[in-house]
C-alpha cells in the first residue's frame, strides 16, 4: 500500500489564482481530514469527510472547498489564493467512521506571493 | 469552539533528562490522542486514551488522560537524541480531531 499521497510537494501561487491540493489514500478509509500546520499554531482542522459523499467544515474552512466523490480521494481546492494561506497542508485518513488513529501524507508546502 | 492548549511551547534537555508536555482541553474530550512530528517531516500516531483516568506506558513514553477527560499528558523518562521532535496531542469532540499548539522538544547530548 502506498499509505496516504499528496500532490504536489511544493507550489508557489500569485495572490489570486486557484488551484487543488490532491489527496488519495488507498486503505479503504472512511474518514479523510485535510489541515493546515504554521509556526506555533499547531495544526489546525481546515474541511473534513466521515465518507464518499459527505463532507464538513473544521475551524478554519474559509477560503478552501472540498470535495469526497470516492473513498479514496479527497481534494482541496483554493478558490482564490491569498498570503494568509502560505502554510504546510496535511491531509490525513483514519480506517474508522470517526477520527481515530489518523495516518497522514508527507504535506504539501504552499507559498501564495 | 473548542479550544485545546499545549504548554510548553518549547523545551530544550540535556541528554538523559525527562520531559514533560501538558495538554488542555476547553471542552471535555470522548478520547485523546498523541502524535510526534521530526523536523520536516508529517505526524505520526503514537497513543490514543479513551478512559478517565487511564495511564499506558510505551518503553519510555507515559500517557496519561486525565479524570475529567479534559487535560492530558506525556512524560519521557531519560530522553535520547531520538526523541527530538514535536509532539502534538489531539482530541476528539464528536467527529472532529482538534490538535493542540504542540511542544517542540530539542535534546543535546
Known amino acids: 500500500n502506498a499509505g496516504v499521497t499528496q500532490t504536489p510537494k511544493f507550489q508557489v501561487l500569485k495572490t489570486g489564482q486557484s488551484m487543488t491540493l490532491q489527496c488519495a489514500q488507498d486503505?479503504?478509509?472512511?474518514?479523510m481530514s485535510w489541515y493546515r500546520q504554521d509556526p506555533g499554531m499547531g495544526l489546525r482542522l481546515i474541511h473534513y469527510?466521515?465518507?464518499?459523499?459527505?463532507?464538513d467544515q473544521g475551524e478554519v474552512p474559509n477560503g478552501y472547498n472540498v470535495s469526497r466523490s470516492t473513498t479514496e480521494d479527497f481534494p482541496l481546492r483554493l478558490l482564490s489564493a491569498a498570503p494568509s494561506q502560505t502554510s504546510v497542508y496535511f491531509c490525513?485518513?483514519?480506517?474508522?467512521?470517526?477520527?481515530?488513529?489518523?495516518?497522514f501524507g508527507p504535506g504539501t508546502r504552499l507559498t501564495v506571493l | 469552539g473548542q479550544q485545546v492548549m499545549q504548554i510548553p511551547q518549547y523545551q530544550h534537555v540535556q541528554e538523559g533528562e525527562d520531559f514533560t508536555t501538558y495538554c488542555n482541553s476547553s471542552t471535555t474530550l470522548s478520547n485523546i490522542q498523541w502524535y510526534k512530528q521530526r523536523p520536516g517531516g508529517h505526524p505520526v500516531f503514537l497513543i490514543q486514551l479513551v478512559k478517565s483516568g487511564e495511564v499506558k506506558k510505551q518503553k519510555r513514553l507515559t500517557f496519561q488522560f486525565g479524570e475529567a477527560k479534559k487535560n492530558s499528558s506525556l512524560h519521557i523518562t531519560a530522553t535520547q537524541t531520538t526523541d527530538v521532535g514535536t509532539y502534538f496531542c489531539a482530541g476528539k469532540n464528536t467527529d472532529k480531531l482538534i490538535f493542540g499548539t504542540g511542544t517542540r522538544l530539542q535534546v543535546f547530548p
Open positions: 490525513a485518513s483514519t480506517p474508522r467512521g470517526g477520527p481515530g488513529e489518523q495516518f
Open positions: 469527510s466521515v465518507g464518499a459523499g459527505i463532507t
Open positions: 486503505m479503504n478509509h472512511e474518514y
